[in-house]
């Protein structure tokens, strides 16, 4: 139950009256004669009359005024729900519809550098240049396009200018490694790569021009590579890669159209808008698709009547581009928002550079994961000091569960009186399931609620609902962003076995969470053995892929733990092949192979010898029983007693447990 002492912030008269939902509120009252007393009513109307809700969503933002459509909801099923059959929305033409001349559509900045602005009427050059080009190349409706950039506005205007066209674009961010790139890319099969020479990160430029030229070589579809000079714009008049058949483009080169018009592709409700990486804990990652009408649709109601953004906003949230919350910030186009962008580390050059980008900016809403919130508490950070953030009235925090004394230490010594969301959602959807709202206070350890629309529920095994008990996170009730499919899944079997194995018909999100009586929400982590850092998302195949290739490394097995007082533990254990010495030299060379051919984001945090790695009898590794043990779980609560190979490794973690 929670205390007085739990309360870190309450909304104000003028901060209830003033947001987004109230007025939303008063919409309802004066247009259909709904009322409600609270949050909690809303959120049961909104959950239970979804042709109701979403309609009135529709109508509050205008889209009645843009397209018509046939029925909210034809088919309620999950998977294959139907949205507003007949309706046809252009994601690039929505955000456009917000444009002024008042504020810049965007501010960016790179590590040593200075803040520069993007007016909406540049931008929506930019990206007509671009969108003519596209079509040049040969680019139309449905045709994938990639890009391997860092979080500048060339990735926004690439984005902008494929929705224009009906193109479906995808971004992997060039801190990721070559064959993690391509486990991706290959997949998507794209006829156009643009891409940066280098980003920055930790007061350093790295050139990633090799990496690109490996990447054309890995991508047989590919015919044209538009070249970035992100570090040195110079370095796009030299060739990148030795394909003749991939024609190269200099980025200023395709931006020299004056004379471009931007037309924006008539496309239904659900066509493809962009595709969004995750990751099994086996094979391939899964490629992820979603619409451009249920984007538009879910991220007016999730970031206008859940986390309030507004048209005077400026909306910074520190990511690379391969982070769903990049999709999620640039989405605040959709609102007319000035979007922040950054290219560099948030400890650079101290633990408070995302505040000094905030304070540099004029930031008023600013996200950040878990994990870089509770580094600054444990570096003593006080950022209220160090920086002016007088700007900022709400701090977002997502990627993972923050410890309680996090909370306090961000109430305290953050933006003292800021309104601070933890936000729960996902790659899979692209919105929140569980969020703030203005309405409500703000207690530490938990989500102040499931986010409108969102039928959440936590479940027990059986399929039965929990109350303050922790269960599996589950959504009865399909959502307008549910992803369209999978890249390479015809039948559907793929995208199924990812959310509906184990309720039928109910997405199983793969979080532990708790709901509680006041509606408020506790994530404690991930049910499965998906590997979460930073917010990042990595299937343990891709550690073992890199690992197992090592001739001195035999067998091997990598879990991601939530541990108590915030803690996350990645340990990877592996199993030596004949006469190989785990050493310092062998763990490096573990670490750098990780490093360049994955994520330096998932280097392990341990790296520890096994006498053998626990399997099924089938032959798949226990990787979320060992994860439980780790977290604290008995022997006996995660694995049948017959049904294991080397089954007494599972009391040696257990003991390993211990020590964590």
Known sequence: MSTTTDLLWSPGPSQTENSNLAAFLHWLDRTRGLAFPGYPELWQWSTTDLPGFWS?????????????????????????????????????????????????????????????????????????????????????????????????????????????????????????????????????????????????????????????????????????????????????????????????????????????????????????????????????????????????????????????????????????????VWNLMVAGLLHGTTVVLYDGSPGHPDINGVWRVAERTGATMVGVGAAYLVAAEAAGAHPAAATDLSAVRSVLQTGSALPVSTWHWASERLVPGAWLQSICGGTDICSVLAGGSPLLPVRAGRIQCPALGVALASWDPAGQPLFGEQGEMVVTAPLPSMPLHFVDDPDGQRYRSSYFDVYPGVWRHGDWAVLNSDLTVVVAGRSDSTLNRMGVRMGSGDIYEVVEQLPQIADSLVVGAELPQGRYCMPLFVVLADGARLDDALRKEIAQAIRDQLSPRHIPDLIVQVAAVPRTLTGKKLEVPVKRILQGSRVRDVAAEGAVAHPEMLEWFAEFASQL
Not at 283 to 295: A, E, F, L, N, R
């Open 56 to 324: 009135a969503v529709w109508e509050f933002y205008g889209l009645d005024a843009v397209t018509g459509y046939d029925e909210v909801l034809g088919d309620p099923s999950m998977p294959g729900a139907t949205w507003f059959s007949g309706a046809r929305l252009n994601f690039a033409e929505r955000c456009f519809a917000q444009a002024t001349d008042v504020r810049p559509a965007l501010i960016s900045l790179s590590e040593g550098g200075t803040p520069a602005e993007t007016s909406w009427e540049q931008l929506r050059r930019d990206t007509a240049a671009l969108a003519a080009a596209l079509k040049d190349m040969g680019v139309r409706p449905g045709d994938r396009v990639a890009g391997y950039l860092p979080n500048t506005p060339h990735a926004v205007i690439a984005l902008l200018a494929c929705a224009a066209v009906g193109a479906v674009w995808t971004v992997c961010s060039p801190d990721f490694g070559t064959p993690s790139v391509l486990a991706r890319l290959r997949q998507a099969r794209p006829t156009v790569l643009l891409a940066a020479d280098g980003y920055h990160h930790g007061g350093k430029e790295f050139d990633r021009r090799a990496a690109v030229s490996e990447i054309v070589d890995g991508l047989p579809t590919l015919r044209h590579l538009v070249a970035v000079g992100h570090l040195q714009p110079s370095s796009a008049g030299a060739p990148w890669s030795q394909r003749p058949e991939v024609a190269q483009h200099a980025w200023p080169e395709l931006l020299a159209r004056p004379e471009a018009r931007l037309d924006f592709a008539d496309v239904p409700f659900d066509h493809p808008l962009w595709i969004l990486w995750s990751s099994g804990t086996t094979g391939v990652p899964k490629g992820i698709v979603h619409g451009h009408g249920g984007i538009v649709v879910e991220l007016l109601k999730a970031l206008g009547l859940g986390s309030d953004l507004r048209a005077d906003d400026r909306f910074f949230f520190h990511t690379s581009t391969s982070w769903m």
